[in-house]
Antibody, heavy 122, light 113 residues
Framework: QVQLVESGGGLVRPGGSLRLSCTAS????????MAWIRQTPGKGLEWVSY????????NYADSVKGRFTITRDNAKDSVYLQMSNLRAEDTAVYYC???????????????WGQGTLVTVSS | DIVMTQSPESLAVSLGERATIKCKSS????????????LAWYQQKPGQPPKLLIY???TRESGVPDRFTGSGSGTDFTLTINSLQAEDVADYYC?????????FGQGTKLEIK
């Protein structure tokens, strides 16, 4: 069955960096758009970034543009989110998410990981 | 950005009764080439990630009970849960995927009365 397992979350000071990883299994990873979506009690669900199956198309929320970078390694069935210059408002649960259809840009999510908590605090 | 506004913020319904959740988008999310509305609904239970219920505004995901129905077009959408069951207690979110940035509603908390 489809599994998405995130890692790399934790406590980081403002201005610091963190790299989230998501390892996928149970499907042909290289056929799917992948996304990072975060959730906070205050702001709810926010689409952070996505990347096309071949890595040639990426998109970022304005709130993270220039600070976060999404990458993927199809040989390792993994997607990453490099986060730098972190701010308190980046504190959230970060979910790795897979689009529903293979080879499709229809942006609704068929599978979510369990999430990893990122806390930005001094 | 398209703003998604859900109502109500919370809802208490008796077991066996109907729950209705509304979602309004600040602009139409109809993809004219497909004649489909780019609107999804998710259910989230405590401590779990969201789960897809409905996409294209009215297509039920495989395995989702048929008491869950999505409807609407343009800017106004509804998630209806008929014959409410105890396991339906959750937060519900709508999401538009018509244009980036894809955006979610603020959520509706559904409880048992």
């Amino acid at each position: 069955q489809v599994q998405l397992v995130e890692s790399g979350g934790g406590l980081v000071r403002p201005g610091g960096s963190l790299r989230l990883s998501c390892t996928a299994s149970g499907f042909t990873f290289s056929d799917y758009f992948m996304a990072w979506i975060r959730q906070t009690p205050g702001k709810g669900l926010e689409w952070v970034s996505y990347m096309k199956w071949n890595g040639r198309t990426v998109n970022y929320a304005d709130s993270v543009k220039g600070r976060f970078t999404i990458t993927r390694d199809n040989a390792k069935d993994s997607v990453y989110l490099q986060m730098s210059n972190l701010r308190a408002e980046d504190t959230a649960v970060y979910y790795c998410a897979r689009y529903y259809h293979p080879e499709s840009s229809d942006g609704f999510i068929g599978h979510w990981g369990q999430g990893t908590l990122v806390t930005v605090s001094s | 950005d398209i703003v998604m506004t859900q109502s109500p913020e919370s809802l208490a319904v008796s077991l066996g009764e109907r729950a209705t959740i509304k979602c309004k988008s600040s602009q139409a999310v109809l993809y004219s080439s497909y004649n489909k509305n780019c609107l999804a609904w998710y259910q989230q239970k405590p401590g779990q990630p969201p789960k897809l219920l409905i996409y294209w505004a009215s297509t039920r995901e495989s395995g989702v009970p048929d008491r869950f129905t999505g409807s609407g077009s343009g800017t106004d959408f509804t998630l209806t849960i008929n014959s409410l069951q105890a396991e339906d207690v959750a937060d519900y979110y709508c999401q538009q995927y018509y244009t980036v940035p894809y955006t979610f509603g603020q959520g509706t908390k559904l409880e048992i009365k």
